[in-house]
């Protein structure tokens, strides 16, 4: 009876996570692992503060907007299951 439901919103995170994954691989996300593992240790890696620019915080609201929209869709979706279901 919510099979469907929950299978579509498991393929649905499924194909998210997949799409996300090979962006960090286009990006380079994963290229320098041997810095990556020694970055906790370093005691200097305070740098200058970051400005944060308009794109910067234009893509914050983005991202917030789409996390969102998705929690939005699965409440629908499991409402509109809950409420179906006799």
Known sequence: ???PYFITYML???ILSVLVFLWALRAGQFRDQKRARFLPLDEGAEGQP???SRMNRIQGYVI???ACA???AMGITLGYSILTAR
């Open 64 to 66: 917030l907007g789409l």
């Open 1 to 3: 009876m919510y099979a």
């Open 70 to 72: 998705g929690l939005l």
């Open 50 to 52: 970051v400005v944060v």
């Open 12 to 14: 649905a995170g499924l």
